[in-house]
């Protein structure tokens, strides 16, 4: 059964940083995708960050690119989202995803709450 546990959410003032740890049951390897997502209060779940674990290619959504890097340690089985110059807006609970295309399976964590005062 595949586990995903985000960590490293919190309290941070406009401006600062937090960095998100998603630890995996097993080898990110596994996985085609792992990404991370979030979902503010009163709006849908959206997608933040993906990395592709074969060619790590990289993408990011337009409201973070500049600010938020997602990376990896194969050895951890973790993957991170470093988040910097963080903003009222990105305030929302942050989940960890990972994706097996082709057995169309979804995977994902707990989440973690971001909080970003002004």
């Known amino acids: 059964q595949v586990q995903l546990v985000e960590s490293g959410g919190g309290l941070v003032q406009a401006g600062g940083s937090l960095r998100l740890s998603c630890a995996a049951s097993?080898?990110?390897?596994?996985?085609?995708?792992m990404g991370w997502y979030r979902q503010a209060p009163g709006k849908q779940r959206e997608w933040v960050a993906t990395l592709t674990t074969t060619a790590g290619t990289i993408t990011y959504a337009d409201s973070v690119k500049g600010r938020f890097t997602i990376s990896r340690d194969n050895a951890k089985n973790a993957v991170y989202l470093q988040m910097n110059s963080l903003k009222p807006e990105d305030t929302a609970v942050y989940y960890c995803?990972?994706?097996?295309?082709?057995?169309?399976?979804?995977?994902w964590g707990q989440g973690t709450q971001v909080t970003v005062s002004s």
């Open positions: 097993g080898s990110i390897s596994s996985f085609n995708t």
């Open positions: 995803n990972a994706k097996r295309i082709r057995l169309e399976a979804d995977y």
